[in-house]
């Protein structure tokens, strides 16, 4: 069923000098297309806390409307970008985002905006989530939120937070399908050429898999570890491949890719079996014998040491997000 609505929501994204473009301009688009299929239910503006032209980290600008004389706020979103830490110093900033979540219906970010809503403490104690690559610093300087680094996006509340950039895309079509219902956010993906719809609760991109450079010294090693998961892969059988001694091996795997080949191997199993089991595989046995742990409890431990949950968790996410991604009207508008 199509949710109905009494009037047009205003979408405001806010940003600032160094913002990263595409946080402000992914989501504005997939509102933008919404609002042609569905007329008359957004009404899009950018905003900052000193308007002007606000220079992203790109080079090109947004022209941006005054926040503080910004009023009937729906959805505020907050982009993130290399400008962030100097958004968290600014108290204008600080002020105007307490003031937008005691008015508006939904406060979301993209990306390291995350770092503007936790700044202002309207992350404590709730379920957050940012890029993957910010995860130690955001831990540091916000103990008080629970940060879920592997998730798109998260919605807890009346509160949204997204991973990096092209997840911002995600968010914004997660609040269109409740805003107008399944069928206008299909359609809007697909005007954008994009998947539909990454749920909320898929893994990041893994930074395991973008190690891997095609010109690095182990990019063909690791291809080889991911197709040969069921095999022993003992580190003295991986330096023969590599031509090295096993010494010299290890010393160099571990300056190239940043961690040893035990932990690299530990990891691309960990991400095969989560794979596996958030796309429905029934058997936990089946799938830890299939990416090499051999055991299910030995995929347990290791589960729990990388993603800080057991395999069962990606099952039950995964379950749930089928009932909650279930397309309500299949058809276009």
Same mark, same amino acid.
């Given at each position: 069923?199509?949710?109905?609505?009494?009037?047009?929501?205003?979408?405001?994204?806010?940003?600032? #000098?160094?913002?990263q473009?595409? &946080?402000?301009?992914?989501?504005?688009?997939?509102?933008?297309i919404?609002?042609?299929?569905?007329?008359? /239910?957004?009404?899009?503006?950018?905003?900052?806390?000193?308007?002007?032209?606000?220079?992203?980290? =790109?080079?090109? !600008?947004?022209?941006?409307?005054?926040?503080?004389?910004?009023?009937?706020?729906?959805?505020?979103?907050?982009?993130?970008? &290399?400008?962030?830490?100097?958004?968290?110093? !600014?108290?204008?900033t600080?002020?105007?985002?307490?003031?937008?979540?005691?008015?508006?219906?939904r406060?979301? =970010?993209v990306c390291?905006g995350?770092?503007?809503?936790?700044?202002?403490g309207?992350? &404590?104690?709730?379920?957050?989530?940012?890029?993957?690559?910010?995860?130690? &610093?955001?831990?540091?300087?916000? #103990?008080?939120?629970?940060?879920?680094?592997?998730?798109?996006?998260?919605?807890?509340?009346?509160?949204?937070?997204?991973?990096?950039?092209?997840?911002g895309?995600?968010?914004?079509?997660?609040?269109?399908?409740?805003?107008?219902?399944?069928?206008?956010a299909?359609?809007?993906?697909?005007?954008?050429?994009?998947?539909?719809?990454?749920?909320?609760?898929?893994?990041?991109?893994?930074?395991?898999?973008?190690?891997?450079?095609?010109?690095?010294?182990?990019?063909?090693?690791?291809?080889?570890?991911?197709?040969?998961?069921?095999?022993?892969?003992?580190?003295?059988?991986?330096?023969?491949r590599?031509?090295? /001694?096993?010494?010299?091996?290890?010393?160099?795997?571990?300056?190239e890719?940043?961690? =040893?080949?035990?932990?690299?191997?530990?990891?691309?199993?960990?991400?095969?079996?989560?794979?596996?089991?958030?796309?429905?595989? #029934? /058997?936990?046995?089946?799938?830890?014998?299939?990416?090499?742990?051999?055991?299910?409890?030995?995929?347990?431990?290791?589960?729990?040491?990388?993603?800080?949950?057991?395999?069962?968790?990606?099952?039950?996410?995964?379950?749930?997000?089928?009932?909650?991604?279930?397309?309500?009207?299949?058809?276009?508008?």
């Open positions: 069923m199509v949710p109905t609505f009494s009037a047009m929501r205003k979408i405001a994204v806010l940003v600032f #000098p160094d913002f473009i595409l &946080d402000a301009t992914g989501p504005l688009a997939a509102f933008e919404a609002e042609r299929y569905r007329p008359g /239910s957004y009404a899009l503006q950018v905003l900052a806390i000193e308007p002007a032209a606000v220079r992203s980290s =790109s080079g090109a !600008c947004l022209l941006a409307a005054d926040a503080r004389r910004a009023r009937m706020i729906d959805t505020l979103l907050v982009a993130g970008g &290399d400008g962030v830490d100097r958004a968290c110093e !600014c108290m204008r600080r002020r105007f985002v307490l003031r937008a979540a005691g008015s508006a219906r406060v979301a =970010s390291s995350a770092y503007v809503l936790a700044n202002a309207l992350l &404590d104690g709730r379920r957050a989530t940012t890029h993957w690559s910010r995860t130690q &610093d955001f831990l540091r300087r916000f #103990p008080a939120v629970h940060l879920e680094a592997d998730r798109i996006f998260i919605r807890e509340a009346g509160i949204w937070t997204s991973a990096g950039i092209t997840a895309i995600d968010l914004a079509l997660a609040m269109i399908a409740e805003d107008l219902g399944e069928s206008v299909r359609s809007t993906a697909r005007q954008l050429v994009m998947y539909y719809r990454r749920p909320g609760g898929q893994s990041q991109f893994s930074g395991l898999l973008d190690m891997a450079r095609p010109a690095g010294r182990f990019g063909e090693l690791l291809h080889y570890l991911r197709g040969n998961l069921r095999a022993r892969l003992r580190v003295e059988d991986l330096a023969e590599s031509h090295l /001694s096993p010494r010299q091996f290890s010393r160099l795997f571990h300056a890719v940043g961690m =040893s080949p035990a932990r690299a191997v530990e990891a691309l199993r960990v991400e095969a079996a989560r794979t596996a089991l958030e796309s429905g595989a #029934p /058997s936990i046995q089946r799938v830890a014998e299939e990416s090499g742990f051999g055991h299910p409890e030995r995929m347990r431990r290791s589960f729990v040491r990388i993603t800080g949950a057991p395999p069962a968790a990606a099952r039950r996410r995964a379950a749930a997000q089928v009932r909650t991604d279930a397309p309500a009207v299949p058809a276009d508008p």
